[in-house]
């Protein structure tokens, strides 16, 4: 196993370059696929390698329910660097599962929460609210997928610039972003080196759904004046973990992108460009963070099953 195990906690840094020239230069759509996905598997990796060094460092503990075999000195020797990391892995990959588990268990209770306030409501897709505070917001339920929208955010929209909000926001439910945002969040709780890709994952779901948006209604310039005004009048989404159509961040960015040339659909770039160097960088990172983590989970079961008696 040796150093091998150490790879995947630190491989996510090769993963910065493309959490910011993603945005600038891929597809929204292919931008979100791509960054989620190196978000996820290297978050996978990495704690599969925490729950690795768990093993070791448990097996040196005094009391320990293992076999006596596992916290033999030769055993020990087998798995190098590991004797400090050991012990410092446990109360990290707690931490972890507890993160992971109380995101979780904020998300689900978000959305039960929100679906709760609106069953009083018509049975319809779109909800409006008599509520004289601005906002709106995309709440996902499989079969009960909503589109909530208060009353004084639509009365300071005009007709065409509300189509554009509820486009934007049936993007977000069709194409599914809570999953993609969920996956990047947990990845980040996981390990903080992610952090960046999650951050960069909120902003390309929102450009992804404003080209949808713009697709839906024809005019790139409807659909940016939309969210400028929305910005400039509205709050954020009430309730934690929903795509709002304002949302906070670089409002200003997406505004101007809407402004501009619709991006080139194309899935990969050049690796003769800044961005194709950072996307195979990122992916290379990812095979080495897989290879690694299964290399060093083969070693650690090889190694303890030879120490464990029959």
Request: proline share 8%; glycine share 6%.
């Amino acid at each position: 196993m040796g150093v091998f195990v150490f790879l995947p906690l630190v491989l996510p840094l090769t993963a910065w370059p493309i959490a910011r020239l993603a945005e600038q230069h891929l597809h929204p759509r292919v931008a979100t696929r791509l960054l989620t996905c190196v978000a996820g598997v290297m978050a996978l990796c990495s704690t599969v390698c925490l729950g690795l060094l768990m093993v070791v460092g448990t097996a040196q503990l005094p009391g320990n329910p293992l076999p006596d075999g596992w916290s033999d000195p030769e055993v020990r020797e087998a798995v190098p660097y590991d004797e400090v990391a050991g012990k410092a892995a446990i109360p990290a990959l707690l931490v972890v599962a507890a993160v992971c588990a109380r995101t979780l268990w904020r998300h689900g209770r978000v959305r039960r929460r929100a679906h709760r306030a609106l069953a009083g409501l018509p049975a319809a897709q779109v909800a409006v609210l008599p509520d004289e505070t601005p906002y709106a917001y995309a709440l996902p339920g499989g079969d009960r997928d909503r589109i909530v929208a208060t009353t004084a955010l639509l009365r300071r929209l005009d007709s065409a610039e509300r189509r554009a909000l509820f486009a934007h926001e049936r993007a977000h439910l069709a194409a599914r972003h809570h999953q993609f945002l969920l996956v990047a969040q947990l990845a980040a709780r996981a390990n903080p080196f992610l952090r960046p890709l999650r951050t960069a994952v909120a902003y390309t779901t929102e450009r992804w759904a404003d080209e949808e948006a713009a697709r839906v209604v024809g005019d790139r310039r409807t659909v940016a004046r939309a969210i400028g005004r929305a910005a400039l009048i509205s709050r954020a989404a009430p309730l934690p973990t929903l795509a709002g159509f304002a949302s906070p961040g670089p409002v200003p960015r997406r505004v101007a992108a809407l402004l501009g040339p619709a991006p080139a659909p194309r899935s990969w770039p050049s690796v003769f460009t800044a961005v194709g160097v950072a996307t195979w960088t990122a992916a290379v990172g990812t095979a080495v963070s897989a290879m690694s983590s299964a290399n060093s989970a083969v070693s650690m079961v090889l190694i303890l099953y030879a120490a464990t008696p029959l």
